[in-house]
Nanobody, 123 residues
Framework: QVLLVESEGGLVQAGESLRLSCTVS????????MGWFRQAPGKEREFVSA???????YYSDSVKGRLTISRDNAKNTVFLQMNSLRPEDTAVYYC?????????????????WGQGTLVTVSS
């Protein structure tokens, strides 16, 4: 059974930082690309960031320069460091795993998903 477990999100003020983690079990983590997506109330799920098995990183334009993705293959964990948070970053954040290293920004191309964690940024 494949499990992706995100860390707890939280409530922060605009300009503050938060780090999310996602620990994976049940698959060979180092063989998978990992992605972060988010879904704000009333909006569609959108791509945030992804990291390939060989550490190539991808970001959406809306988070580039503020959010940083990383992975620790020894701990089967992917991280999302979020700095300079804005109210528009408020959403449920999901991590996901993908066996193929392409189309990393397309959410329905992913194989496995976490349960999501809520991040709220107040102004």
């Amino acid at each position: 059974q494949v499990l992706l477990v995100e860390s707890e999100g939280g409530l922060v003020q605009a300009g503050e930082s938060l780090r999310l983690s996602c620990t994976v079990s049940g698959l060979i983590f180092s063989n998978y690309a990992m992605g972060w997506f988010r879904q704000a109330p009333g909006k569609e799920r959108e791509f945030v960031s992804a990291i390939n098995w060989n550490d190539l990183k991808y970001y959406s334009d809306s988070v580039k320069g503020r959010l940083t993705i990383s992975r620790d293959n020894a701990k089967n964990t992917v991280f999302l460091q979020m700095n300079s948070l804005r109210p528009e970053d408020t959403a449920v954040y999901y991590c996901a795993a993908k066996g193929r290293p392409d189309s990393l920004s397309i959410w329905d191309e992913y194989d496995y998903w976490g349960q999501g964690t809520l991040v709220t940024v107040s102004s």
